[in-house]
């Protein structure tokens, strides 16, 4: 599976961005740290960008949650665009080991990404 896009009618303004299989929230190490919706998605709702007004992290359920300025047509075309850092942001797998890190091409874990 992947990171999937989500509405639902009683949030008329809300996109739920779910994760799994990754698990946020995202961070990076570098000038950008943290991911911030606002700053690094791109949302078009029917062909016409969107403005975000708010976001959270809910990491009860490991998504983060997208309130837009204005309700839209939420069975719409929805379309997130995330245009990569470099470097890039990176999540941490629940897989037996939490430390563990999704590395760039050429990464050693605990030598670039201090994990």
């Keep these: 599976m992947a990171i999937y896009a989500e ?5 008329p303004n809300r996109i739920a961005l779910y994760l ?8 990076q190490n570098g000038p ?10 791109k949302v078009y709702v029917d ?11 809910d990491a009860v359920n490991n998504r983060y949650l997208l309130y837009l300025n204005q309700a839209f047509n939420l069975q719409g075309v929805i379309q997130i665009v995330h245009h990569v850092p470099d470097p890039p942001f990176y999540s941490i797998v629940p897989a037996g080991n939490p430390l563990l890190l999704y590395l760039s091409l050429g990464e050693s874990p605990g030598e670039d990404a201090g994990g």
Excluded at 7 to 11: E, I, L, Q, V
Excluded at 20 to 27: E, H, K
Excluded at 32 to 41: E, G, I, M, Q, W
Aim: charged residues 5%.
């Design 47 to 57: 062909g016409t960008l969107q403005t975000i007004q708010t976001w959270s992290f």
């Design 20 to 27: 799994a299989p990754y698990v946020g929230p995202f961070f």
């Design 32 to 41: 950008l740290v943290t991911f911030n919706p606002v700053r690094d998605l």
């Design 7 to 11: 509405t639902n009618a009683p949030y």
